[in-house]
């Protein structure tokens, strides 16, 4: 029989480097945060803006946004009932302070138990995380925006925040 | 033989089969007419004119950092948008995005939001026909 050799040693690079990624997720390290897994909040949330991780929030702070969907930041981002009960079952399994604890406690130092913080990127950490950044660089062309994280984190939307 | 004969038959109407479901199904638009009609005021069909027109206007009652649909959609209608988060929206020409337009649900829901934003109020039954038929023919 005739072993394909290359076939086989490409399998085997493939499986090799999606362990390596899943153990790096695995480990929870400090600046992974899981990307959106439900298919309907990934779409829905993802329609205007990068979905953000579920842990990037405490429960409360997703159950308090998704019962003001009609003046999201300023924005209409309304859905129907059954839509939104899906979406918000989602983000508050998978929060900082449920779910997506290991994933997101550092990001809730300095949070209050029971606070419902509903901008991520003014979390105590984040700004902390974030004060190396100039305000000419926020203004980039192609930031434009705090929400736009994939300007700089090129794998933000596969669930990695380091410095890039 | 007759595998090759079906497969070239399918590559044949792939194309056309793309083309039709590009275009907003009909049953929109016919929600549409019949509601533009029941509203009155003579309706007599929808126009992808006016549809541009209402792309392009910018209008005084919505928000301030989006007062057209072009505001963040631009101006080439074929060509890729950007929302204030700097997230890329697909192109909203019919023939750039086929996936556009399928679930009604959904048209209905933009509508709903874009509308708000842009207008400051709902579009009406004939506002959307307009629009939905000046993007079919792009």
């Known amino acids: 029989m005739n072993i394909p050799t290359r076939s086989v040693a490409a399998g085997l690079l493939i499986v090799g480097l999606a362990a390596a990624v899943l153990s790096k997720a695995r480990a929870g390290g400090d600046d992974f945060f899981p990307p959106v897994a439900d298919k309907v909040t990934a779409e829905e949330c993802g329609g205007c803006h990068m979905a953000f991780p579920a842990a990037m929030l405490p429960a409360a702070s997703w159950r308090r946004m998704m019962s003001e969907l009609d003046n999201h930041f300023g924005d209409d981002a309304s859905l129907d009932a059954d839509t939104a009960a899906r979406v918000t079952r989602y983000l508050v399994d998978n929060a900082a302070d449920t779910g997506g604890r290991q994933y997101g406690r550092k990001l809730m130092q300095g949070v209050r138990a029971n606070a419902s913080p509903q901008r991520i990127t003014e979390l105590p950490k984040w700004v902390h995380e974030h004060d190396e950044v100039s305000p000419g660089e926020w203004k980039d062309k192609d930031v434009g925006s705090k929400a736009n994280c994939p300007a700089c984190h090129v794998d933000a939307k596969l669930g990695y925040f380091e410095d890039d | ?138």
């Open chain 2, 1 to 138: 033989m007759t595998v090759t004969r079906y497969a070239i038959g399918f590559l044949c109407v792939l194309p056309l089969a793309t083309t039709v479901s590009a275009a907003p199904p009909a049953s929109l638009i016919e929600g549409y007419a019949a509601a533009a009609k029941a509203e009155g005021s003579g309706f007599a069909g929808f126009s992808a004119a006016r549809g541009e027109t209402l792309h392009r206007t910018e209008f005084a009652g919505g928000k301030p950092d989006t007062p057209a649909c072009t505001s963040c959609h631009g101006k080439d209608a074929r060509g890729p948008g950007k929302t204030r988060t700097g997230k890329a929206i697909e192109p909203m020409a019919a023939s750039a995005s086929p996936a556009r337009y399928q679930d009604p649900a959904k048209v209905e829901k933009w509508f709903k939001r874009n509308c708000n934003e842009v207008l400051g109020r709902e579009c009406t039954p004939r506002e959307k026909g307009d629009w939905l038929a000046y993007m079919a023919g792009q």
